[in-house]
């Protein structure tokens, strides 16, 4: 059964009903969760394409790069829920032929203008990470990774469901990369029910509410831009422990590589602040 994030049959708010000034006052307790889909246009992906040091992610591409050598000429590698394509643009650079999957139209247009500009081998494809399993591809891939905390929109029927579509689609011995703030070994030991972050003149606050019965945080997301124009979103991250997630990776036909809290090579542990998973499929 899968059971959804955040429920398609509820509409999505009327971002003109959200949207105002910075001095305008907001309750959020009534608004619906976003989809996906909604969520991560406008000032999400603004800042996104902001906030993460372009030293972070070179070090990622190329933690990412060493994983995936293999000798092959060009060994081709998905990216799940690739968003703007920050890791795919590197990787395509360093050689490697690109999926990159992500639900969001302005992500995957920002990524394929600077691809095409640079003539990198990157195909993007607009597909629910929640329905991989309807995704056809005409042979198995070399590699896959998902990094951006994406792995936590999902429940864990979702992961399940995702891991085991993704499996099918990979060679044997081809390696896996997940990255997660939300493993509950990392997110519960450094709770915050509040969050502040500037990126340029991008401000946001997010105000975070743990859903106990369920193992999910509901956020709720203001943005503040320069003109003081406010944009108040609502969305929801799951939060699964190491071993479930460590199950639901050996169900699918993953086998355990390593556990490092970073892509500097340090081993996870209690409190990490985040965690990276190397595992192989079968």
């Known amino acids: 059964m899968r059971a959804a994030m955040n429920d398609p049959t509820v509409p999505a708010p009327d971002l003109n009903d959200v ?10 307790s009534d608004l619906p969760l976003d989809p996906p889909e909604v969520f991560f ?3 999400v992906h603004e800042l996104w394409n902001k906030v993460v040091p372009a030293e972070q992610t070179k070090a990622e591409v190329e933690f990412l790069a060493g994983v995936f050598t293999s000798g092959k000429a060009k060994p081709r590698l998905i990216d799940v829920a690739s968003g703007a394509g920050r890791h795919a643009l590197g990787l395509a650079t360093e050689g490697f032929a690109l999926t990159a999957i992500d639900i969001a139209a302005s992500e995957l247009a920002s990524l ?27 042979k198995p891939f070399d590699g896959a990774y998902c990094f951006g905390n994406a792995l936590a929109y999902l429940s864990p029927d979702e992961v399940e469901a995702m891991l085991g579509a993704l499996a099918e689609r990979l060679r044997p011995g081809a390696p896996l990369v997940l990255e997660s703030a939300m493993i509950a070994e990392s997110f519960l030991a450094a709770f915050e029910d509040r969050i502040e972050l500037q990126a340029g003149d991008l401000h946001l606050t997010i105000d975070n509410d743990y859903d106990v019965a369920n193992s999910r945080v509901i956020g709720t997301y203001v943005f503040t831009d320069a003109a003081g124009t406010v944009t108040k979103r609502r969305f929801a991250h799951w939060c699964m422990t190491l071993r479930e997630l460590l199950e639901l990776l050996d ?6 590589a390593e556990l490092l809290e970073s892509v500097d090579g340090e081993s996870y542990e209690l409190g990490s602040p985040r965690l990276v998973l190397i595992a192989t499929r079968r």
């Open 41 to 43: 246009e406008g000032p």
């Open 112 to 138: 394929a203008k600077v691809a095409a500009a640079k003539k990198l081998d990157v195909r993007v494809v607009q597909h629910d990470m929640r329905e991989l399993a309807s995704w056809e591809v005409p």
């Open 19 to 28: 949207n105002d000034t910075a001095d305008a006052e907001f309750d959020a």
């Open 251 to 256: 169900e699918a036909g993953f086998e355990l």
